[in-house]
C-alpha cells in the first residue's frame, strides 16, 4: 500500500477525515498513532476522537511531534550513540549553539568530535539529560541510521496506520525522519496538511525543504500519492475565491460547501475594505474578529473592545466575520490582487491566507483612507442613523 500525502485546504475537514479513519481502522482491529505539531491540535484530536467514539480508547494515540521523537525514536535506541538516559526536552526558540544576536558558535558544539564519534554537546544540554527540540529529528535520523532503522520496524509492529498531522510545519530533519520511516515502515503513512498554512517552524537552519514546494517535491520523491481535499466547509464561495488569489495558480481551486447562510448574516457578506477611520464604527457595527501580525499592530487605531488574534495564533480557528490589518508585505494584495508575493514572502503569504480562511461570512481588510480609491472591494460605508 502505498503512503499517502493529502493536501487539506482550509476548513477542508482534515481533521474529520484523520478522525473517521482512524475509527474505521480500530474497527478492523487496528492501532492508530497521529502525530502533530501543535498543543492546541492534540487537544483537538482528543476532543473530536472522543465525541466521535463514544470513549477513549488506547488504540488511538496522539502525540506531539518533539514527544514522538523522543519517546520512540530516541531514548529506546539511544544507547548506540550515547549511553546517559535523556529524560526529556529542551524547547529551543533559536539555535543554542550560537551566542544570541551573533553568528559566533559556542566551542566545542560541533556534531561529531576529533574521533567521528557524535558529539552530546550538539544533540543534548549541558546536563546531558535534555535534548534540544531544533536538534531532535537530526538526532532521530542519526539513532535511525545507527540501528538500522529499529523504530520504524517497531512502530509498524505496534500500529497499523500513522497520520503526520500539520505536516506543512516541518522542515529540514524531520524529512529525513520521514524518509527513514517511508523506507522502513509496513505500515502505512498518511501525512495530511496545508503548505498555504505554513506558519511555524520545528527546527532552524537551512537544510532543505524549506519552501512549499521543496516539501511537495520530497514527498513526490518518497513515492507519496497525492490527494488533495478542495471542499471548504467553513468559507462561502466569494472567501474561498479570494484565499485562492493568494497562491494563485499553485493549488487546486476551492469550493464552498457552505450553501446556507444563517439570515442575522445575510445582510453583509463578503469582501470589503474599511477605511482606518471608520475601524472604530465597523468594529461597533458587526463585532468581528480582528486578525494581525502582532500585538504592536494597528495600537493606534484599534478600539479598547477590539477581539484580537495574531495571524499565526488564529490557525485552526474560524469566526463569523473577520477584520484583516495587513501588514506592509501584505498590502499589494489587497490593493490590486495581481502583483504576486515575492519568492522570500513566502510567511507574509501564507499568513494572509491563513486570515483570510478564518472568516466564514464576511472579511473586512482595513486599509489606509487615502489608498482606498479604485480598489478591487467595495469600501465599506457606516449606515446612516
Same mark, same amino acid.
Given at each position: ?113 576529533? @574521533? ?9 544540554? !549541558? =546536563? ?62 498518511? =501525512? ?42 467553513? =468559507? ?39 477605511? !482606518? ?30 477581539? =484580537? ?10 469566526? @463569523? ?6 501588514? @506592509? ?14 519568492? @522570500? ?41
Amino acid at each position: 500500500m502505498s503512503n499517502t500525502l493529502c493536501i487539506a485546504g482550509a476548513g477542508s475537514g482534515k481533521t474529520h477525515k484523520i478522525i473517521t479513519e482512524s475509527i474505521a481502522e480500530i474497527n478492523r482491529g487496528g492501532k492508530v498513532l497521529v502525530v502533530t505539531y501543535t498543543t492546541s491540535n492534540q487537544q483537538e484530536l482528543r476532543h473530536r476522537f472522543l465525541a466521535a467514539f463514544g470513549q477513549h480508547s488506547n488504540r488511538f494515540v496522539v502525540k506531539g511531534l518533539f514527544s514522538f521523537y523522543l519517546e520512540d525514536m530516541v531514548r529506546p535506541y539511544q544507547q548506540v550513540l550515547f549511553a546517559q538516559r535523556i529524560d526529556g526536552i529542551f524547547f529551543n526558540e533559536r539555535n543554542p549553539h550560537l551566542k544570541p544576536g551573533s553568528t559566533y558558535m559556542f566551542p566545542g558544539r560541533k556534531e561529531q568530535l576529533d @574521533d567521528k564519534s557524535y558529539n552530546p554537546s550538539h544533540f543534548l544540554t !549541558q =546536563c546531558k539529560t535534555k535534548a534540544h527540540t531544533g536538534f531532535l529529528a537530526k538526532l532521530a535520523t542519526r539513532i535511525m541510521k545507527a540501528s538500522k532503522n529499529a523504530a520504524a520496524v517497531r512502530l509498524g509492529n505496534i500500529y497499523s496506520q500513522v497520520y503526520f498531522d500539520e505536516v506543512q510545519d516541518l522542515v529540514g530533519w524531520d524529512y529525513e525522519v520521514l524518509k527513514a520511516l517511508n523506507k522502513a515502515m509496513k505500515s502505512p503513512i498518511t =501525512c495530511v496538511g496545508d503548505f498555504r498554512q505554513t506558519v511555524y517552524e520545528t527546527t532552524f537552519g537551512h537544510k532543505a525543504p524549506q519552501t512549499a514546494a521543496e516539501k511537495i517535491a520530497a514527498f513526490k520523491s518518497m513515492g507519496f500519492k497525492e490527494e488533495a481535499l478542495v471542499l471548504n466547509w467553513r =468559507c462561502i464561495q466569494a472567501i474561498c475565491t479570494i484565499a485562492d488569489a493568494v497562491h494563485k495558480g499553485a493549488y487546486k481551486a476551492t469550493e464552498s460547501a457552505v450553501h446556507d447562510v444563517p439570515p442575522e448574516f445575510t445582510h453583509h457578506l463578503g469582501a470589503f475594505i474599511v477605511k !482606518q477611520s471608520d475601524v472604530t464604527d465597523y468594529i461597533a457595527a458587526y463585532d468581528p474578529m480582528v486578525l494581525r501580525w502582532n500585538v504592536a499592530s494597528g495600537t493606534k487605531f484599534l478600539p479598547a473592545q477590539a477581539r =484580537c488574534y495574531n495571524f499565526g495564533g488564529s490557525k485552526g480557528l474560524g469566526f @463569523d466575520r473577520v477584520l484583516i490589518l495587513p501588514a @506592509d508585505s501584505q498590502m499589494h494584495f489587497v490593493l490590486d490582487g495581481m502583483t504576486p508575493f515575492p519568492e @522570500d514572502a513566502e510567511t507574509a503569504q501564507n499568513k494572509m491566507y491563513v486570515a483570510i480562511t478564518r472568516a466564514r461570512y464576511s472579511l473586512g481588510f482595513i486599509v489606509p483612507d487615502k489608498k482606498v480609491e479604485g480598489l478591487r472591494f467595495p469600501v465599506w460605508t457606516k449606515p446612516l442613523a
